[in-house]
Each structure stands twice: as C-alpha cells, then as structure tokens.
C-alpha cells in the first residue's frame, strides 16, 4: 500500500504540484462515522448480559420460593406416583407461561422501536419475524435452565422428609 500511495503522489505531484497531496481512506471515514455507533452497541451488549444474570438470580430465588411453597403437593404428587418429569412440568408451566405473556407484551414495543431507530438511516436492513422468534425462544430457553435445578431437585427430594415436617 506505502509503494501504491507513493506512485500515486508522485503522479499526483506531477499533475499539480502546488495542491497538498492529501488523502484519507473511505473506511477510516465510516469507522470515524460510526463509532459512536460501536460504542452504544457495546455497552447496550454488556448491560444486556447484566440484566439477563440479575434476572436469572431473581427467576432462581422465585423458583426456590415457589419450590418451597409447594413442598408438600410435591411429595404428595410423588407418593402417588408422578415421575420427575411430570413434577418439572407442573413447577415450570407458571414461569413459561409468564415469559410467554411478557413476549406478547414486549414484541410490538420493540418493533416500533427498532423500526424508528433503524429509519434514521437511508440504508437499513429490514426487521423480520425470526429475530423475534429467536429472542423469545432464548428468553423461554434461559428461564427453563434456571427454574429446572430448582423443580428437579425439588422432584428428586425424598416426599417421606417432606410430609414428615407436619
């Protein structure tokens, strides 16, 4: 590139030699351009990821309450013969559910959203119904993970130490 740059301004010099031989380079231009851009999209990324630990440690001692709460349903469920899975089903349903009302909720804001934001620009990409399906999808995968330890070991708990307690 130096070996370009210098025949360049050697041509150049040749066809004016009194006008400064100044260049800049398009993509430093559009990093210059967009690096506030950059910026905001990283710390959008870092606090997003915030966020999502601070919500998992909340869905985590929500689950362990609830886990708590229906301690002996649980053990009495198992005395009568509902297997792990069936327990896990029963103590998910009302977090999947929740995360399901909350997608309903928050795709339409965030499409309006999006929408305005990515209108400022004269070249944007559309918005389609996959990143939306994704994200509600890896929403309903991430409270599963983290309400899953709670109602399987809560499953797998002896139901004679639970219905004992009384």
């Given at each position: 590139?130096?070996?370009?740059?210098?025949?360049?301004?050697?041509?150049?010099?040749?066809?004016?030699?009194?006008?400064?031989?100044?260049?800049?380079?398009?993509?430093?231009?559009?990093?210059?351009?967009f690096?506030?851009e950059?910026?905001?999209?990283?710390?959008?990324?870092?606090?997003?990821?915030?966020?999502i630990?601070i919500?998992?440690?909340?869905?985590?001692?929500?689950?362990?309450?609830?886990?708590?709460?229906?301690?002996?349903?649980?053990?009495?469920?198992?005395?009568?013969?509902a297997?792990?899975?069936?327990?896990?089903?029963?103590?998910?349903?009302?977090?999947?559910?929740?995360?399901?009302?909350?997608?309903?909720?928050?795709?339409?804001?965030?499409?309006?959203?999006?929408?305005?934001?990515?209108?400022?620009?004269?070249?944007?990409?559309?918005?389609?119904?996959?990143?939306?399906?994704?994200?509600?999808?890896?929403?309903?995968?991430?409270?599963?993970?983290?309400?899953?330890?709670?109602?399987?070991?809560?499953?797998?708990?002896?139901?004679?130490?639970?219905?004992?307690?009384?």
């Amino acid at each position: 590139m130096s070996r370009a740059l210098s025949r360049i301004e050697e041509i150049y010099r040749k066809h004016d030699p009194g006008a400064p031989f100044d260049y800049k380079f398009s993509s430093e231009e559009y990093a210059r351009k967009f690096a506030s851009e950059v910026r905001v999209g990283k710390l959008a990324t870092f606090f997003a990821c915030l966020a999502i630990f601070i919500s998992c440690l909340g869905l985590f001692g929500l689950a362990s309450f609830v886990a708590e709460q229906r301690i002996k349903e649980i053990g009495v469920r198992k005395v009568l013969g509902a297997s792990v899975f069936n327990l896990w089903g029963l103590l998910s349903k009302d977090f999947v559910g929740l995360v399901i009302i909350s997608f309903c909720i928050s795709v339409p804001i965030a499409y309006y959203l999006m929408n305005n934001w990515l209108s400022r620009y004269e070249y944007h990409s559309d918005l389609s119904w996959w990143i939306f399906a994704s994200a509600g999808i890896g929403a309903l995968i991430v409270t599963l993970a983290t309400v899953s330890y709670q109602a399987i070991s809560a499953a797998l708990m002896n139901p004679v130490k639970s219905l004992k307690t009384e």
